[in-house]
């Protein structure tokens, strides 16, 4: 496996490949991380994943500074799962200037995870645009964890032309439901034995609406309470279309329910895809 950190170096070493396959990472991985690598295997004949911490989706309150960096960590699972070139570049390489231009998302990004981070897909767009500008791969791989996010990169993808096909790749999980992600390292115990709770929480408001409930205002007000009546600090739960993220009406059937909620001082975020 080769580690480049260079933009001009990168391009060198990808010029001769045929098919590139796309994973876009912060770092500090776990095993979801790796199923998405080993989903991007199926897509091209050379995979590459990025390892950057993206200061621009980050709000000056949030944990930019305190973020996991387990660089070394993270390239030996890289390799083990067979990723052929890791991108690694530092902050200088990556924005050698001020960023002044950017990518703004539509109006899909000022809500639900917009609205209580505001700017944050505004960072994410700009970083995925120049990470797919840089790589220039057939194929990208995101995970269905981050819905919203995917939702964004893939109408960003449709609406600019972009040659690159993405794959939404399904929510990795421990054994008793919780998400996968880099923040859960933040937890406690006991913050981490409650932490299922946000899942269990998405799958009865899937079971509420699938035994009839037309009321989705009042299931997601009694989802959050659930959920603060057990401590949590509720920033949303809400039903969605599947398609765009839009409030559903009556007869839409492919629909999932988003959330995302404060453990302690952890915030943590989930879905859950379903069919009525």
């Known amino acids: 496996m080769d580690i480049v950190p260079g933009i001009t170096d990168l391009r060198a070493r990808l010029r001769r490949e045929q098919s590139v396959a796309f994973v876009p990472t912060m770092g500090n991985l776990h095993d979801g991380h790796l199923q998405l690598a080993r989903t991007a295997r199926g897509h091209g004949s050379c995979v590459v994943a990025s390892i950057f911490v993206n200061r621009l989706q980050f709000a000056p309150h949030e944990d ?92 960003m993808a449709r609406q600019l032309n972009l040659p690159i096909h993405i794959v939404g790749d399904q929510t990795a999980r421990a054994a008793d439901g919780l998400a996968l992600s880099s923040r859960n390292g933040y937890l406690s115990q006991a913050e ?19 035994t009839g409930m037309p009321d989705f205002p009042a299931i997601e007000a009694e989802a959050r309470k659930k959920l603060e009546q057990n401590q949590w600090r509720t920033d949303y739960i ?21 959330a995302a909620a404060r453990l302690g001082t952890t915030r943590l975020i989930d879905n859950l895809e379903f069919s009525r």
């Open 64 to 155: 930019f500074d305190a973020y996991p960096r387990t660089f070394e960590a993270d390239c030996e699972k890289l390799a083990a799962c067979g990723v052929d070139v890791v991108f690694a570049p530092g902050e200088g390489e990556f924005y050698p200037e001020p960023q002044g231009f950017v990518v703004e998302p539509p109006e899909l990004g000022n809500q639900l995870e917009g609205e209580f981070r505001p700017g944050f897909f505004r960072g994410v767009a700009t970083v995925v645009m120049k990470l797919f500008n840089i790589v220039q791969p057939n194929v990208a791989v995101f995970g269905k964890k981050d819905y919203q996010q995917l939702m964004i990169v893939r109408g």
């Open 192 to 210: 981490r034995a409650e932490a299922p709770r946000l899942h269990q929480t998405l799958q009865w408001v899937k079971s509420q609406i699938l």
């Open 238 to 258: 809400a039903v969605r279309k599947q398609s765009d993220l839009q409030s559903p009406r009556l007869y839409d059937r492919e629909l999932v329910v988003v």
